[in-house]
């Protein structure tokens, strides 16, 4: 372990992007803070996901700090969406050029956390160590809790089988394989057509349809790179105050007042545009279920364009949920892909896998067989990666107890009952709603000044007042309630883990919006926060 002693100001649980920017905040501060990773190097999510054709679906020049000018003129992207790869190697320059791995402890997981009221410190174990310290911060990530189906036999298959979250870090070689793809969310809409193009067959089961726009990659010239550049500051000013965090034309029209052949325009200039941003066109598309179907339908008429065979392209089309409720997938020839002869589909929606067998897999009585199973089934995302630490707050309660109906947070930061700890991202917070980077550098900047101040005043212990923590997690229903987002089964809500409780997690009210709320709370002496000289 990295260090010369066990006893920190604040201890830091992961080195992704939120961990390595609250390990040099905290730093430049003069606090005595430190990280640990379980992994063998920085980045988090883009170290761990590693599967074929991964990439981000935020642009790259606006998916990266802001913090540093220097850092931003300086590195240099090549694609309009950063490749897996590219992202990790920004990470590890990120952590050389601020020598950040010498306050991380890498391949070293976090098994447990409590507080101790005598001494108003945590007490973190690691599989070989007790460490303590004043503050423990949370910067675990919300998608890094993979979620495997517990399908009868899956130990018992004698191939190759990976979990797009879990990929391994050489090669997986394809080639001459047949392999099944389970799942068809973001992860595996980028890695079928890549995983097509080298395998003899690939199998998709598919229990639920997604919406998918083009990505249309291409290389960023040097033109481009100089033209964001000279701009940053107002643009990522702008970015900070926006809905998302990510930029985009808004419209102040509703799609149901807009002629058809307007909004034909409109949609069509999206599409080739490309990108997340194809549903923020009208104000009323994620409010009105009519407007929403204007938007969908085009998408389910694209599909059936550019899908060869009628029946696969209507099982491809989404039917039971309105477009933007789940996170909007981009993509490199998605649909396409099953114009391949060697790419076939299976709905496994209404007659599901039932078994893992030791040849491949079973759908009621049709066995299948597969040299690779591939298993593209998500995340028990935002509370699955807390629940993985055995987290104790005042009274011994678990985090997992205190959840067990669902996260409750104030502001997404800070837990009643849970006193000097803070969540980057967490539930309640704009978080997977928006450009991750943006709300980080927010939480982060926000922690840093909070610990700065308690620190300045003497004050040693900072929790969230029960009473505020209800109000604000009435507030973040009541405006997600004013969406169409909760008629969606999606991760948002908990839908793809059995047993879940069934809560829109993240806040949807907005990235500028929530920096609003956050400031004026901090601005009002941490209202809504008991804090204890």
């Known amino acids: 372990m990295n260090g010369d002693s066990p006893h920190y100001d604040a201890i830091i649980i992961g080195a992704g992007f939120a961990g390595m920017y609250m390990l040099k905040t905290l730093r430049d501060k003069g606090f005595r803070a430190h990280v640990f990773e379980r992994g063998t190097d920085v980045g988090g999510t883009w170290y761990w996901n590693r599967y074929p054709g991964a990439r981000c679906d935020v642009e790259s020049l606006y998916y990266c700090y802001s913090f540093s000018e220097e850092l931003q003129q300086d590195w240099q992207w090549t694609e ?17 050029r601020f020598d950040l791995r010498r306050d991380i ?26 460490l303590t310290a004043r503050f423990l911060i949370t910067a675990v990530g919300c998608l890094s809790a993979a979620q495997t189906p517990n399908f009868p036999g899956i130990n018992t298959f004698r191939g190759e089988s990976y979990h797009t979250g879990r990929w391994p870090h050489e090669d997986v070689a394809f080639t001459d394989k047949r392999v099944a793809v389970i799942g068809t969310g973001s ?40 033209r964001v550049k000279a701009d940053y500051s107002r643009l990522r000013a702008q970015a900070r105050t926006s809905q998302t965090g990510i930029l985009s034309e808004r419209l102040e029209r509703n799609a149901v007042d807009v002629p058809a052949e307007e909004l034909r325009a409109e949609l069509d200039r999206r599409w080739g545009i490309g990108g997340v941003t194809f549903c923020t ?30 029946h696969t392209a209507e099982l ?23 114009n391949r002869e060697n790419v076939s589909l299976v709905d496994i929606r209404h007659e599901p896998i039932s078994a ?31 629940f993985g630490i055995d987290i104790r707050g005042v009274g011994g309660q678990r985090l997992t107890d205190k959840w067990a109906a669902g996260p409750q947070t104030y502001l997404g930061v800070a837990c009643a009952g849970f006193p000097n700890m803070f969540t980057i991202t967490g539930p309640g917070s704009p978080s997977v709603l928006s450009n991750m980077i943006v709300s980080i550098e927010q939480h982060v900047e926000w922690i840093g000044e909070h610990l700065d101040h308690l620190r300045r005043n003497g004050i040693r212990r900072s929790e969230a007042v029960a009473e505020a ?7 973040v229903g009541e405006v997600a309630a004013a969406t169409l987002y909760p008629r969606a089964a999606s991760w948002y809500m908990g839908a793809n883990v059995p047993g879940k409780p069934r809560v829109f997690m993240p806040y949807i009210g907005g990235v500028g919006v929530y920096r609003e709320v956050c400031q004026h709370i901090a601005d009002n002496g941490y209202r809504g926060f008991r804090l204890t000289a």
């Open 80 to 96: 309009r969406y950063p490749s897996q790869p590219e992202i990790l190697r920004y990470a590890r320059h990120v952590a050389d």
């Open 105 to 130: 402890s890498f391949e070293t997981d976090i098994r447990a956390a409590s507080y101790h009221e005598q001494t108003d410190r945590w007490q973190v174990r690691t599989d070989d160590a007790e």
């Open 187 to 226: 992860s595996a809409i980028q890695a079928i057509p890549v995983i097509a193009r080298q395998a003899a067959q690939v199998t998709v089961f598919q229990r639920t349809a997604q919406f998918s726009v083009p990505a249309n990659n291409h290389p960023l010239s040097p033109e481009e790179q100089r």
């Open 281 to 310: 066109a009208y104000q009323d598309t994620l409010r009105d279920p009519a407007a929403n179907e204007l938007t969908a339908s085009y998408v389910r008429e694209k599909i059936r364009e550019i899908v060869d065979d009628p």
């Open 316 to 338: 491809l089309c989404p039917q039971d949920y309105p477009i933007g409720t789940k996170r909007l997938c981009v993509d490199t020839d998605y649909y396409a892909t099953y």
């Open 356 to 386: 893992i067998t030791p040849g491949g897999l079973r759908v009621g009585d049709r066995e299948f067989e597969f040299d690779i199973i591939v298993f593209a089934t998500g995340y028990d995302a935002m509370t699955g990666p807390l």
């Open 469 to 475: 923590e209800r109000e604000w997690g009435r507030h």
